[in-house]
């Protein structure tokens, strides 16, 4: 009895061990400058694009097999790899330059990532489940989500500080704080203890990939639940990827880069801190439906906008509200799939994504070595096919008691 309370206690923390970890390992000082440093060891606009198509790749490879793992050998063990990898990752990034380098230290980064994707919310699930806390699952994960948005507040913009004239010894002072933070992130993933899975046996049988293929082939709300989630995120995503140079090319300082990381992380913070007050003051339904329209009309002016602050204003908006829906998202995925399945059914859902991925960087780093403003082009494509065609709908909403 006494071990099975004891065990429950670990289990109880794993929320603020796994915060921690999580807020330790995206700790990332480089972030408000790591387009130029890129574009300073040798890449171009284009290659930057490109490596977002070899971190794909890499998450077609692994993030079935790491969630798969997860579900069968404890996702402890898969975090603690996560965090390793990350720790290689940033060591690997001070003598690194040129695209092929860069390329290996972007796959190695994508199999850290997988580890934590989906692995996370398993855990976290699996926790609240065995202490009987579940109903606290939206609060959990929003402020389980801010870890990753609340390190970033910060330390960019300290980081845009110290790299003001993007040379080698600035970057690598920012490489090296990003390196110690992953240290530290390892002694927290450490202290996890591992919840309790509740497997039946002939849902076991079935197999856990085979049942997380047929609960999104019977589900076709889960299918558009994917899709746009899926194609607002690589919108984000390609933005991310060509806004500095965008911004620093209309005359924009890279001390203003520090400050729209320092705006955009801290309003996304706010959100995830308190998702349930955010839910019942706006609207369940409003947050889903709303966010993809507002991020349509500011791809459009960042496109075609040429007063610089103007742009910059709406790029930081853009960043604020483009994953703000995380936290809503987070609870109606996990009430529509199994526990014991859980994290590879969620890594299903970033292996969907990846297939997607390559060929809309592939197009974008091809309009990239242009003018790069016409990468622009593709968010703009897909924002108007998810609001025309991939809305969520209000009786996606509603809880699927099949699956939980």
Not at 59 to 66: D, G, R, S, W
Not at 145 to 173: C, D, E
Not at 354 to 363: A, E, K, R
Request: with cysteine; charged share 15%; hydrophobic share 50%.
């Amino acid at each position: 009895m006494e071990k099975v309370i004891n065990k429950n206690q670990g289990v109880i923390n794993n929320k603020y061990f796994l915060f921690w970890t999580r807020f330790f390992v995206e700790l990332n000082a480089l972030n408000a400058v790591v387009q130029l440093f890129y574009l300073r060891r040798g890449l171009t606009n284009s290659d930057i694009l490109y490596l977002g198509i070899v971190y794909s790749i890499t998450a077609l490879l692994f993030e079935i097999p790491t969630g798969y793992l997860a579900d069968m050998f404890g996702r402890k063990k898969v975090i603690i790899l996560g965090v390793i990898l990350s720790i290689i990752v940033n060591l690997l990034m001070f003598q690194a330059s040129g695209f092929w380098q860069f390329a290996l230290i972007t796959a190695l980064y994508s199999l850290s990532y997988s580890c934590f994707s989906g692995t996370d919310d398993a855990l976290i699930y699996d926790s609240l489940r065995q202490t009987g806390d579940t109903k606290s699952l939206l609060r959990i994960s929003g402020k389980y989500l801010s870890a990753a948005r609340s390190s970033k507040i910060i330390t960019p913009f300290i980081g845009a500080l110290i790299a003001g004239n993007l040379v080698n010894w600035q970057f690598n002072i920012l490489i090296g704080i990003n390196a110690l933070s992953s240290f530290v992130a390892l002694i927290f993933s450490a202290k996890l203890v591992e919840p309790n899975r509740y497997i039946d046996v002939s849902e076991k049988e079935i197999g856990v990939f085979k049942d997380s293929v047929v609960l999104l082939r019977k589900n076709p709300d889960l299918t558009r639940i994917i899709f746009n989630k899926t194609l607002v995120f690589i919108v984000d995503l390609i933005l991310w990827k060509v806004y500095q140079p965008i911004l620093t090319g209309m005359g924009i300082s890279v001390f203003m880069l520090g400050v729209l990381y320092l705006f955009f992380q801290s309003f996304l913070t706010l959100i995830y801190w308190y998702p349930e007050y955010f839910k019942n003051k706006l609207g369940h339904y409003n947050i889903f439906k709303y966010v993809p329209i507002f991020m349509l009309l500011l791809a459009i002016y960042i496109f075609l906008g040429n007063q610089k602050y103007l742009v910059y204003i709406a790029v930081t908006i853009f960043f604020a509200i483009a994953t703000a829906r995380d936290p809503y998202f987070t609870e109606l995925l996990q009430q529509k799939l199994k526990s014991y399945n859980r994290a590879t059914s969620t890594s299903l859902l970033n292996f969907f994504k990846s297939i997607l991925d390559i060929p809309l960087l592939l197009i974008s780093g091809l309009l990239a070595s242009g003018n790069i403003k016409n990468t622009l082009l593709i968010p703009i494509v897909i924002l108007t096919i998810v609001v025309l065609f991939v809305q969520i709908k209000k009786s996606d909403l509603k809880k699927n008691t099949n699956f939980t």
